[in-house]
């Protein structure tokens, strides 16, 4: 890795703490302020479910802190113990946007389904990248940069994968709120806190985002500067 690249990774890597101390901070605010009508994340994911016409999918609570995802494979709402059994604000908005995950997987919503199929080739190219770039990196100042373009097509495949979970993440969000909002299930008091904590949450694939491609950009450039050198 060149003195340039570490730059920009530990600069990226202080924002995307900074982005989630906050996100933190306000789920933690949040799951303080109960809902009034004393749902529990699960009740709000089965409801959702329910409301939505779907009726496949399991609501199960999974162990960790910040663990929930929606799973396409087997069709479940993990949820982490807090949003599974609390009945706060961010218990709910959580398990909304878990849901809006598994709405678009139900309406085959085009992003969701493009970045499930490319789950298996980045999960490949994950494990070879880190290495063949280091080693391309090194050869490419030795004059042979051919190493260092295979490291980064590789690289490319996750950066576009970074990139398109972000309408995924910004959808899954869109349709939690707008549920939230219409059915009631937030007040007029509740519903602008469940909006802000999704909005940080998002902000950590912006960052994750950001820093992949520009990443991504100083390895292109890198490798055009060998190669003429060459």
Not at 30 to 39: D, E
Not at 125 to 143: E, K
């Amino acid at each position: 890795m060149t003195p340039s690249i570490m730059i920009i990774s530990l600069i990226f890597l202080g924002i995307s703490m900074l982005v989630s101390l906050i996100l933190k901070g306000r789920l933690s605010s949040y799951s303080k302020v109960p809902l009034a009508n004393g749902m529990s994340g699960k009740d709000v994911a089965e409801k959702m479910l329910k409301e939505n016409g779907i009726y496949d999918v399991k609501v199960v609570s999974a162990e960790g802190f910040l663990s929930d995802h929606y799973n396409p494979v087997d069709k479940t709402v993990n949820l982490s113990p807090d949003v599974y059994n609390g009945t706060s604000v961010a218990s709910a908005a959580v398990a909304a946007h878990e849901c809006g995950h598994a709405v678009q997987h139900a309406a085959s919503y085009k992003w969701l389904m493009l970045r499930s199929k490319m789950v298996p080739t980045v999960q490949f190219s994950s494990t070879l990248v880190n290495w063949i770039l280091l080693i391309g990196v090194i050869m490419a100042v030795r004059g042979n940069p051919t190493l260092l373009l295979i490291g980064i097509i590789l690289m490319s495949i996750t950066v576009l994968f970074t990139l398109i979970t972000l309408p995924v993440e910004f959808d899954a969000s869109r349709r939690a709120l707008n549920w939230l909002n219409h059915t009631n299930v937030t007040n007029s008091f509740e519903y602008p806190k469940a909006k802000d904590a999704l909005r940080w949450a998002a902000m950590t694939y912006v960052v994750a985002a950001l820093a992949a491609v520009v990443t991504l950009a100083q390895y292109i450039l890198l490798y055009t500067g060998s190669r003429d050198r060459s």
